[in-house]
């Protein structure tokens, strides 16, 4: 199967340099960034941010994160690992209010939970498979988990 960059080199040479956008906003310190991949499906939106293991997190990517969570129809997939080598992954969701999609009732985070290609390939099927279903509460990430037991706590936040 061919990867979705035909031309991994020619990716690298065109990456875009966002400094000359510093200082254009109306509150000096937004700087512009980029997301690693992004799918929107049925009114779904579906991103997914690799980071290097231990990458330091960036506080406005955490802040668009949390803001795009509570605009509703949103999970945000933040996976850590070497190039091509998930090692840990954490699902950000929107849970929405009952009989109206638009609104966020809360976003909820897993915690970190290990993993490999395997499992973050059934998470992002499952993502599928609930916009599909156009879910009536959105992608729940407890639901990736096949033994409730052992799945980690999830935190709301409102």
């Not at 700087?31 to 009114?43: F, N, Q, R, S, Y």
């Amino acid at each position: 199967m061919a990867p979705n960059l035909r031309d991994t080199e020619k990716y690298r040479e065109t990456i875009w340099d966002f400094t000359p956008f510093n200082g254009l906003f109306a509150h000096h310190k937004i700087k512009m960034g980029d997301l690693d991949g992004a799918v929107m499906w049925k009114g779904e939106l579906l991103i997914v941010e690799f980071k290097s293991p231990n990458a330091t997190s960036i506080d406005g990517q955490q802040l668009l994160f949390g803001r795009l969570l509570m605009r509703g129809n949103c999970t945000i997939i933040i996976v850590e690992g070497e190039t091509n080598k998930p090692e840990r992954m954490k699902i950000g969701s929107t849970l929405k209010v009952p009989g109206d999609q638009t609104k966020a009732l809360s976003k909820i985070w897993s915690s970190w939970t290990p993993c490999t290609m395997e499992d973050l390939q059934r998470a992002i099927a499952l993502w599928s498979a609930t916009a599909d279903d156009n879910a009536e509460y959105g992608f729940v990430p407890e639901k990736f988990f096949p033994d409730l037991s052992n799945a980690p706590q999830l935190v709301t936040e409102r």
